[in-house]
């Protein structure tokens, strides 16, 4: 059974920054291309980024291009966000999906909640 945990949300101030982290089990981790996506309430899904299984493939959504950095660690079964230069507009649901872009058949994890604000 696939499980996606993230962690490492919480409260920034703009220009900070904040690491999120995806633990994966119940599949080969290191088989599978993987993402990152968000949303707000009342608006759809938004990839973030994404990373092929070996890591050789990195893409990112305009909008955090540059100062966003996704990267995965296959023996610890771990997907990684960092997130500098963060902005109030980058307050959503962080979620980690197994594909290396969302859609409606992906598996994802419950999220955790990125709140930049000062």
């Known amino acids: 059974q696939v499980q996606l945990v993230e962690s490492g949300g919480g409260l920034a101030q703009p220009g900070g920054s904040l690491r999120l982290s995806c633990a994966a089990s119940?599949?080969?981790?290191?088989?599978?291309?993987m993402s990152w996506a968000r949303q707000v309430p009342g608006k759809g899904l938004e990839w973030v980024s994404g990373?092929?299984?070996?890591?050789?493939?990195?893409e990112y959504a305009d909008s955090v291009k540059g100062r966003f950095t996704i990267s995965r660690d296959n023996a610890k079964n771990t997907l990684y966000l960092q997130m500098n230069s963060l902005k109030p507009e980058d307050t959503a649901l962080y979620i980690c999906?197994?594909?290396?872009?969302?859609?409606?058949?992906?598996?994802r994890g419950p999220g955790t909640q990125v709140t930049v604000s000062s």
């Open positions: 999906v197994k594909a290396f872009r969302a859609n409606p058949l992906s598996s």
């Open positions: 119940g599949f080969t981790f290191s088989d599978y291309s």
């Open positions: 990373i092929y299984s070996d890591s050789s493939i990195t």
